[in-house]
């Protein structure tokens, strides 16, 4: 087998979105932040740690028939800061664009602080701050860690 055939482990696709050098373990949690769960007939591969250049082990998610906006892909930015946006058309990449960090996020994640107003049983949909290394409660002020946002992920 060449090495090309060898390296191949998600194939190429048509039209649609790559979402590359994702931090190694966030597949899952990208499709879940996305809301994507393959109810909407779309194509959709995973490739988890995969061998990458740029970082040691990478994950990588391939939506087809689907092109991302910015402001779609820029929360995923709190859990892979890294990761490349890449739009195909005709199996070409026509758009490469990074994610950038939203001044806030909603919705998203959920606040550690068990007796912060987001955690009663009241309509109020959480709201935090994006901080350089973290995120801050818009409610209660509670820090979420960089570290720590994957595992406080309220995206159900
Ligand atoms: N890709 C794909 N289907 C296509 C074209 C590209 O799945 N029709 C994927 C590639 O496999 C790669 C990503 O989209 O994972 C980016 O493609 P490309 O820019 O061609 O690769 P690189 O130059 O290696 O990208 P980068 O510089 O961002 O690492
Ligand atoms: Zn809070």
Redesign the pocket.
Known sequence: MSDTNKQLRVS???DGT?I?HLAAGQALNVLAILGIDGSGGEGVSIGMNVPSD?LARKD?V?VEGRELSQSEVDVLSVISPEA?I?I?RD???VE?KRVERPEEVTGVVSCPNRNCITNADEPVVSRFEVLSDGLRCGYCGDIVREGEVAENLDVS
């Open positions: 190429k696709i048509r790559v590359d740029r990588i391939k490349t890449n195909v199996y070409e990449v490469k």
